[in-house]
């Protein structure tokens, strides 16, 4: 839902609004001619209602009249948005430093969340040591070597579950058809459990996960949804559109969950019945006395529970939702799919799963889960960040305290950077060098710069890993009656890029 709002609700807000007009006004003259250009800014609302029902959609649109660096007022904030190759190599070239810091939406300030977040948390040197316990002891290639293992038998236990889900569906009449997001987010949410906690977190199918898997999408949707509290600062107060309340109601869920593990560890710990591992969580409660945070002399067991649920954030929806669209395109395309059968039938043949040793002997699928990533980017605009002090960007003057927004889907779809940018094409990348780990940046699935991705390296794998073990186990048909031509690739809008309505398949396991 974009910013489409019932007349009444509003009428008292914006009547306060037109007392600080004078002020919100003033606070650009100083740059104007200096900024970069964008549409015309109504008074007070500025450009809020040009934001459209997919703002990065928008955003892409706009850059046809106002250029790939585009200024918009989005209420009392500055905004500036980067959406072409060109722009963001200048951005994490040149602009990393001082535009490194976050500004944390309205949303995500519910239960102090912010304060422990390594994903949203303000640039300071809390955060730097929450990064560098995250990339020593949770995301370095060594451990993501190292847990190899898990993720095969992961992936064994969902194909299993996969073939289970589909006889039942038989011997009830069904046709066999699944919804397949559930089944890839136990998958992925199992893989991570198992790096962060050296156990698995639902041990059983779908029906334990389901509340979890529930609760999680609909936090996700409230996140992601347009708040007037963001770019009205003394709207804060009473979050008019229940944004935070909503939130908070489905996170609280989600930090229960991890303050369960977490509360189970410490006791473990304190009882002196340490079993012979050495997790992230186990990482995390040894640094626990070691880091300083602002106004707190330790990182709080809260902090731990924040962070140990945004890494469960960070791996399992997007890691997820690229796999679900990458299906969703081989349905559309069955040649590609085809192409992928027969390159892993070749180096892997028919008697055994899909090894993370065979990837690199496998071209055609590396290219193909590149051409996913560029047309799905997890987070179709980046986490935004804030600049930390007024800065000259590709001859303009960005203020102080300006949102930075790097659409990262208009980014992929650069005809500059791209050639025929809107097709699915995988054998662009069979010639080319173009990777995604922040180092290109016409292709940024997972960022640049300071604030890029903690998971890409693991990320990436599971993808490669997960899309190839399911294409060699089985034969995919779409379900719900559709064809190629009729399924519905409409994007949902929130806190990443989801399918609108999810694909339901029918696999039938490959003898």
Known sequence: MGWSFSLFPWLAALSALFLLTKFLLKSRKPYSKLLPPGPPALPLVGNIFDLGEIP?????QLQAKYGPVIWLKLGAVNTMVVQSAETATELFKKCDLPFADRKAPDSLTALDYHQGSVAIGAYREYWRTLRRICMTEFLVHKRVDASIPIRRNCLEKTIKWIKEDVEKSKKNG????IQLDRFLFLNSFNIIGNLMLSREVMESKLDKAGEFFDAFVLFLEWC???NMADSFQ??????PQRIRKNTEKYLERLLGFASEIVKERIQEKQSGKVKERNDFLDALLDEEDDIKAEGADKLSVKNVTIVLLEMFFGGTETTSGT??????ELLRHPSSMKKIQEEIDRVVGRSRMVEESDLNKLPYLQATVKEILRLYPPL???LPRKAMEDTEFMGYVVPKNTQILVNAWAIHRDPAAWSDPLSFKPERFLE???DY?????????????RRSCLGMTLGHRMVCLSLATLVHAFEWKLGDGLTPETLDMKEMVGLTLRKKVPLKVIPTPRE
């Open 56 to 60: 990065h959609q928008t955003f892409y």
């Open 174 to 177: 069904g046709s066999g058809e």
């Open 224 to 226: 992601g949804k347009p």
């Open 234 to 239: 003394f709207l804060k107060w009473a979050d």
């Open 323 to 328: 796999i679900e669209w990458g299906m969703a």
């Open 380 to 382: 179709q605009m980046l």
């Open 432 to 434: 080319s060098d173009i």
């Open 437 to 449: 780990k922040g180092q290109h940046f016409q292709m940024i699935p997972f960022g640049s710069g």
